[in-house]
């Protein structure tokens, strides 16, 4: 078997054929299918868009009310810069998206529905169709709040509504503004319920510190009363780490005693001092004396000038000298009772120094006492402390939890929920358009679905490339009118279809068109008939002699587009007789002739089997120059191999989104084995549309009936 594909052709002298892309894109190929299966697909979307329509209308009127709140965080240390950064976004991020969570857990269903009461609410079973008493199930109410709330954050706030849908719209705003105001309850029992457990907590412990910090002063005082030990203050850092040194009365006397020692005798070095060193002593302590001394240098000044003036026994020198001698004797009185002083005061000096020495010596051997003994009382002064500190440490958080205790919720209602005056569902436009995409879906994959299904050919862009035959006509389908009187208009598409078919078989051979060409089809009524009469006609319209025999003798199809008359034919040439009697006629109108089928025989297979069909056209090939042979179908008889066998070709004639591939490509297998060449295929019936697509061959510069007619 050999066949030519369309681009081993060559073109023949003066002419030139173009041979254009014949693979369509996907989206060419479902732009086709929807062309041809339109009414179906807008049966599917009309049904669809009934269906939206009935549900629409039989669907029960839903009711959505709207509570708004804001969700808010405490910032306890607004002044802290620091803590805005990319951490605390995230922690705010995680937090709202916790409260979120929250707003749709069971456990805030259940505290609606009980303070709601909706087990019992009339509302409520009646706009869920509960009977007038009947009280379901607390599962039941909170699985129908949980399927109708829904919580959606408006975007880029800390704002989030809550919506409730019902049948009813007041118990819609009703339970909307009851899920707002127990999650703000919630929250403040989320928030301070640990805050309750934490003072309590804190209380306890209170207590029993307060307990132990009274038994450890009584134990410290009752100490300090059994040895005596007098506690006058404390001062400065001890040693026992509690930061204060404790002075007692002895330790407080024995400090006064130490300083007053040290005064006594500073004051007896002073005064020994004084006793060794007389004339200082009365220079510096008696003011008399420096003065009586003046007078005296005064006085021995005068004498010794009168003395130069007047005798010695001139009354006023008598007189000076008196006064001399007497300021003498005063000195050396107030010399005399200065020193005496001098030696009291050491004397006194010495006796307060001894006096207190004695005493210190006293008080140190009690300190020491009390040193042994403030060992034990400074662990049990240690002990009051650090239960003192853990008191008000303790106590200061206590009311520091108390304080927290009376803070504002962070959560408030900003919009509550109204009755809604409008049903929110069922919303006929949005139900319509979803019902319209649905629709379009069901029909894409019923069309897919159609097209998946092995029902042939449905282009003329895939049949070459799956056959591995050329392409050598599409012949459209005729919406009106009838065959014959279309083929009469050269001007009409049908005519010109044929045209390209007859021009294609041109250029199958060096000669031209085949001598001899059987047209068949894989089942009947796919269009063999009309095209071997429109091919005939075509060939004939060119001044060629043609002969068209109706090969099919069991069921012939020529008889609808020319009068054939009855009891002659084929079969009867086959069955020996002559063929000038019982042959050829000349149809009315026609500029072609026809060797009908005949009568049908009993057995035609074996009349073609033998002999009698070859000698046959080899006679009219010596009359005609092409003989084209309406054969019958292929499939469930063995008549087209017998007749392709003598033929110069055959043209597979396929129906489009005829017979299915499987069978096509049988048929075909089935002629290819006889060893006839197959020349080509040619689609029937092929919508207007799928025309633009191309196929095969078309017409190029040059090209011309009158070019054909000379090949």
Known sequence: MHTVSPHQIAPADGFSMQAPETRVSPLEYYAQVARRKWKLIAAIMLGFLLLGLVVTLLTTAQYRATTRVEISQIDTNVTNVESLDEAALVADSAYLQTQYELLESRSLAERVARAARLQRDPAFLEAYGYDEGAEPSARAVINILLRDISIEPVVASNLVDISYLSPNPELSARIANAWAKQFLEANLDRRYGANNQAREFVLQRLQEVRADLEQSERDLIDYATSQQLVTIGSSGSGEDGSGQTTRTLVSDELETLNSQLANATAARIAAESARADSASASSETLGSVA?????????????????????????????LRSQVAELSESIARETRRASGEARQSVAAARANESALRERIATLKSDYLGEQQAGVQYAILQREVTTNSELYNALLQQFKNLGAAGVGRNNMSIVDAAEAPTSPAEPNLFSNLLIFFALGGLAAGATVMAMESVDRGFVDTSSVQDELGLPLLGAIPAIKSGEPVEELKTRSSEIYEAYTTLRSNLSFLTSSGVPETIMLTSSRAAEGKSLSAFALSKQLADLGKRILLIDGDMRNSGIGKYLDVPDGRGLSSVLAGEELENHGIVSPAGQNFDLLPAG???????????????????????????????????ILGLADVQEMARVTDGVLMVIEIAGSKRRAISQALARVQQSGARVLGLLMTKVPQDDLHYGYGYGYGPGWTDEGAAAR
């Not at 240098?297 to 005798?311: K, M, N, T, V």
């Not at 009993?602 to 009219?620: D, V």
């Open 599 to 633: 009568r049908v025989p009993p057995n035609a297979a074996h009349l073609l089997a033998g002999p009698a069909l070859s000698k046959l056209l080899g006679e009219l090939r010596q009359v005609y120059d092409h003989i084209i042979i309406d054969g019958p179908p």
């Open 291 to 319: 003065a009586f001394r003046r007078q005296l240098a005064s006085a021995e000044a005068e004498l010794a000038r009168q003395s130069a003036l007047l005798g010695d026994q001139h009354p006023t020198i008598l007189s």
